[in-house]
């Protein structure tokens, strides 16, 4: 079937890629942007635009507390799905994770199967950034994130760094560019891939509206595991519109038979 045909690319592929979004993370209970109960339902995109921490970065962050209590009240726990990416990663069928999400998940899947893996490094690429994490729009020192957003759900709004400097999740927000540097990264992976992987994301936010067309136009196989239709369908070698938890775990027994 098409799973087996997939394996068969992946296994004499020299790299496979994955692509991931916030569907990889659903069935760990972490909330999606779109679509039922997505995110976007309960807020407005807007009170997160980038513009809107410039211009009031006391309401922002009173807003970004709220949706962090939303988007990580729990501890969420690493899937079937992103396990059986690590370990693809560790057994050597997979180059690179490139992944939407800000969750974590991905590090932290990494991290349970081996004890070097330092969490997200090297080969999590997370293209939106971290959001357990601050960053200082000054100094530009990272943070861990929790104490931080304590402090601003205490009204110490915004939080600033010792340099004086305000703190920002450190995440891409709206209306703020990817970093250059990643954004080239995430396209020679995809370039440079011969199977590439998009999974759990709905693909028409950029960058992840074009990777899998760069992935494609170099000859790679490329394959969508996504529970609805995308716009890249078309131009995909397979589509499972099945759950991430179905799909992956097979993907990796079949790939290392
Ligand atoms: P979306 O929420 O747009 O899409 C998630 C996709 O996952 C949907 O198409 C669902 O059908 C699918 N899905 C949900 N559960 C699934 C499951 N268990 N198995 C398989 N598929 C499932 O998320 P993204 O494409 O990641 O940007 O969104 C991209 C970006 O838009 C996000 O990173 C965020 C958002 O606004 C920023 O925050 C900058």
Not at 136 to 160: M, V
Not at 211 to 223: C, D, F, I, K
Request: hydrophobic share 40%.
């Amino acid at each position: 079937d098409d799973l087996e045909r997939l394996a068969d690319d992946v296994r004499s592929a020299d790299a496979v890629v994955a692509f991931t979004g916030a569907g990889i993370s659903a069935p760990s209970g972490v909330p999606t942007f779109r679509g039922d109960d997505g995110v976007w339902d309960r807020f407005d995109e807007g009170q997160f635009a980038y513009g809107r921490f410039q211009r009031d970065p006391e309401g922002f962050w009173r807003d970004r507390v709220e949706l962090q209590r939303v988007m990580f009240d729990e501890e969420y726990e690493p899937n079937a799905a992103h396990e059986a990416l690590a370990e693809m990663e560790r057994d050597g069928d997979l180059e690179a994770i490139l992944t939407q999400n800000t969750d974590g998940l991905h590090g932290d899947a990494a991290a349970a199967i081996d004890d070097d893996a330092e969490d997200g490094e090297p080969t999590v690429l997370e293209l939106h950034g971290n959001a357990q994490r601050v960053r200082c729009t000054d100094c530009g020192k990272r943070r861990d994130g929790d104490p931080i957003f304590e402090r601003a759900a205490n009204g110490d709004r915004p939080p600033t760094c010792k340099c004086g400097g305000v703190f920002k999740p450190d995440v891409v927000l709206f209306g703020e560019q990817l970093p250059g540097a990643v954004i080239q990264r995430a396209r020679s992976l995809a370039r440079e891939s011969d199977v590439f992987l998009a999974i759990g994301s709905w693909l028409v936010v950029e960058p992840a509206a074009s990777l899998p067309r760069r992935a494609a136009s170099t000859g790679a196989t490329v394959g969508i595991v996504n529970l609805e239709s995308t716009p890249c369908d078309d131009i995909a070698d397979a589509v499972f519109r099945e759950d991430v938890t179905a799909v992956l775990p097979r993907l990796r027994d079949l790939a290392a038979e």
